[in-house]
């Protein structure tokens, strides 16, 4: 069937790791999700559901770019009886000085004739806390972490509302800890005040995952609001609870079993891919791509193809073109960070490419911005959510395109030690 349905929940995700993450969430709270990539086709056969995640590749283009892509995502989800969108973004608040949170959410805002908009990263079960509007990695704020180093969003100011205002046209407030632990009626109290200042949106505190719970049911009762993960958490919780969804068993399958060869990519310079990467080659395979020769055309992407085919039917092999932080910013200094961050991912969309025209029918990608690469390059349409692998990470099995696939698609920063080994072991 087609997509002609009401759904209770729209989300437009900025990456598809992200979005994979969100539909995770929003399966295990028990909404039926289906990750669509892009804005979805309207002959695209798919199952009723209560949730669409939206995936764009969005993060880190143009500003303009990114806002016309988000409208026509919303307007999609809108038209579908969405009465409520989350625009997700990274848990990390990734984002340039300009955008494109702000803008994205000033556009999305002024469509959806919000007066203030609730804005919240937060996502205690994976670390991510906002106190007094200040995002902590953990213990530490996120400019003290080592997730303040993204190649190309690094975040170097945790205060939230200072980094919004930066991006936005309208001024940012607060709605902080003590309105929170009060309850929805606080929190919408204090969030009617800001909105009568002619204020359009308020971070909003969130330390324990019953702060996501009010927080879910105030924003359930407006139209738009802008987070992570977390936020998803509180809105499917929010749409539980009031009645408005029947929750359904979160999924432990992803349909009948796939096989076939499989590989993983590695495009992430987190600490914790590259911990991943290094555990892996105790269990596999491991070619390490040189990023110059990436950059520079050295045949980089052929050599890993030629390398990678012998082995497949062996078992799984991994392919990286992850550095270190220090390598990452040498690179970016020789060749600049746009040129680096094209090239690579161009490359690793090619081999993940040839590797299906190979027979690989499992593919694990790490990084966000790798797998919006390679997913876009197989043209796959959507995904249905399955097992959790690790938190944030689900199995997807395709829908809708030439091929028959299961993938994985990590954001760097997620996962265990042993993560990709983990993945293989679900994706059958």
């Known amino acids: 069937m087609t997509l002609a349905a009401k759904i209770s929940l729209g989300c437009i995700a900025d990456d598809y790791t992200g979005a994979s993450d969100l539909a995770n969430t929003l399966t295990r709270a028990g909404l039926r999700t289906v990750q669509t990539i892009g804005v979805p086709a309207d002959d695209l056969a798919l199952p009723e559901v209560d949730a669409v995640v939206v995936s764009l590749k969005s993060r880190s283009i143009e500003a303009g770019l990114a806002v016309s892509r988000s409208r026509a995502a919303d307007q999609w989800l809108r038209s579908r009886g969405a009465g409520h969108v989350l625009f997700k973004i990274c848990s990390t608040f990734d984002s340039t000085v300009s955008g494109n949170i702000g803008p994205v959410m000033d556009a999305l805002r002024a469509d ?10 937060a996502f205690p079960e994976t670390g991510r806390t906002v106190y ?5 990695v953990g213990a530490v704020p996120l400019n003290e972490s080592p997730l303040k180093d993204h190649p190309l969003n690094p975040m170097h100011d945790s205060n939230l509302v200072r980094v919004l205002a930066r991006q936005s046209r309208t001024q940012i407030g607060l709605v902080d800890l003590a309105a929170v632990t009060r309850g929805p009626d606080a929190v919408r109290a204090r969030l009617a005040e800001l909105a009568a200042k002619g204020i359009g949106a308020a971070i909003i505190d969130a330390v324990f995952d019953r702060d996501l719970e009010a927080i879910g049911l105030v924003a359930a009762e407006h139209r738009l609001s802008v987070g992570a993960s977390g936020i998803g958490l509180g809105l499917a919780r929010a749409l539980v609870s009031t009645g408005k969804v029947k929750p359904a068993r979160a999924s432990s399958e992803t349909g009948t079993a796939v096989g076939g060869p499989a590989a993983c990519l590695a495009g992430s310079c987190s600490q914790a891919t590259l911990q991943q990467i290094a555990n892996a080659e105790r269990v596999m395979p491991v070619l390490h791509l040189d990023p110059d020769r990436i950059i520079t055309g050295g045949g980089e992407a052929q050599r890993a193809l030629d390398w990678a085919r012998p082995r497949l039917a062996e078992g799984p092999v991994l392919i990286a073109s992850s550095a270190t932080p220090d390598q990452v910013a040498a690179l970016q200094a020789r060749h600049g960070r746009d040129a680096v961050g094209h090239a690579i991912e161009q490359a690793m969309a090619d081999i993940a490419e040839n590797l299906v025209k190979s027979g690989v029918q499992r593919l694990i990608v790490a990084g966000g911005e790798t797998s919006g690469a390679v997913v876009d390059r197989l043209k796959i349409p959507g995904f249905l959510v399955g097992v959790e692998i690790a938190a944030g990470v689900p199995v997807l099995h395709s829908v809708g395109g030439k091929a028959d696939m299961l993938l994985a698609l990590k954001s760097g920063n997620f996962g265990g030690a042993e993560f990709f ?7 059958r």
Do not use: C, K, S
Not at 132 to 136: A, E, K, P, S, W
Not at 421 to 427: H, P, S, V
């Open 132 to 136: 007094q509007g200040n995002l902590f």
């Open 421 to 427: 080994a983990d993945a293989l072991r679900l994706m």
């Open 112 to 121: 959806a004739g919000e007066g203030a908009v609730l804005v919240t990263p």
